[in-house]
């Protein structure tokens, strides 16, 4: 792929002098890894990891009433949560499939942001708009801010030092305002430590990373870390573990629709899917052996019939094995035992049911 085509980070330069590897996502040029996925995994599980995941979107919803239309749109119940507040959510397809899936900050009843992942960032905001009412403007800021994400044990002190806040709930956030500049800490992440998200405008984006990555806990870390993370939460990926063929009600994400509202984008489809029961449901899948999963391999049952597909596959670097996302046949519940097409061999893996190792999320 051409690099020259892919939109760079405004934390580019940064990154190049940490002298990080950089590989496509999304139509982003990102950091992959720096010192290597295993010690910036544990880093992050023992310690403090920086990233940088600047390419995901970044939406202003605003005007009169903008959080009550947007209850209409996304899945999840806005109204369960108070200003100062995010959530995930989910805007739905008509079939009941994900467009995408995203947190929304809720400032106030005329104000929300919204962070959708990098690839959709467009079409969300598209279909937000669409239907938006006179006077709600749908603002797509995805190159005006940058995200910093400070996620480990010792995050809470690395924020402190910087004289930034920290004592916000889970799924919490506070607006700060520093040199005349204002951006938003959050409470949220995607590895399962307890963590902090920094958006900040792009012109003062680099100061504060470099301020943040001076601190000697602190241990840069790409896109290839994030992923061996969220998959050992269980976090699902949009493109393989949802997606506009892919349900939240196969998913396992019920509890991100909020059923008693009137209306939002899929509902009808979703609430169908729902009373049916899905013929195939997202499954984790631990090794039993040494086999290692990947995204698009079978998986069978004992007599080698095929029962699903692995959507999400790593090695584990806290398990020490090969864990998985997978969707396959509704009937094999946690406590089951599956197996993998690896190549030219099939590997034993028990069912289980994520996160596969402990949240520290709180």
């Not at 402190?160 to 949220?188: I, K, N, Q, S, W």
Request: glycine share 12%; aromatic share 6%.
């Amino acid at each position: 792929m051409d690099e020259s085509a892919l939109v760079h980070s405004p934390l580019h330069e940064h990154h190049e002098r940490l002298g990080a590897t950089f590989a496509p996502f999304s139509g982003w040029l990102m950091p992959l890894e720096y010192t290597g996925v295993l010690a910036e995994h544990r880093a992050v599980r023992e310690a403090v990891g920086l990233f940088d995941v600047s390419h995901l979107g970044k939406l202003r919803v605003s005007g009169p009433g903008a959080a009550a239309y947007l209850n209409t749109r996304l899945a999840n119940d806005l109204g369960r949560i108070a200003p100062g507040k995010a959530q995930y959510t989910l805007l739905g397809t008509p079939d009941g499939g994900v467009v995408d899936d995203l947190i929304a900050y809720l400032f106030g009843p005329d104000d929300v942001l919204l962070i959708p992942n990098a690839a959709n960032a467009t079409t969300v905001a598209a279909r937000l708009a669409e239907g938006a009412p006179t006077g709600i403007r749908v603002d797509n800021q995805h190159h005006a801010f940058a995200i910093i994400a400070v996620q480990g044990p010792g995050s809470a002190q690395v924020l402190a030092d910087a004289g930034l806040p920290t004592d916000m709930d889970y799924m919490g956030f506070e607006p700060v305002e520093r040199g005349g500049v204002t951006f938003t800490v959050c409470r949220t992440g995607y590895t399962g430590e307890h963590g902090y998200e920094l958006v900040v405008p792009v012109a003062q984006a680099g100061a504060v990373w470099d301020e943040l990555a001076s601190s000697d806990a602190v241990t840069p870390c790409g896109l290839g870390a994030r992923d061996t993370l969220r998959t050992e939460m269980g976090y699902p990926l949009h493109g393989q573990d949802i997606s506009p063929a892919i349900s939240p009600v196969q998913a396992g994400l019920n509890w991100a629709v909020g059923w008693d509202k009137p209306a939002f984008d899929g509902a009808d489809a979703m609430r169908a899917l729902r009373a049916q029961g899905p013929a195939r449901r997202l499954r984790g899948l631990q090794a039993v052996g040494r086999g290692i999963p990947r995204p698009g391999m079978v998986v069978v049952d004992d007599a080698g019939a095929d029962i699903g597909v692995v959507t999400s596959g790593t090695f584990s670097p806290t398990l020490r094995r090969g864990i998985a996302l997978a969707l396959v046949d509704a009937t094999y519940a946690p406590g089951a035992q599956v197996r993998v097409q690896i190549r030219d061999r099939v590997e034993a893996f028990d069912v289980v049911k994520p996160p596969f190792v402990a949240t520290n999320v709180k």
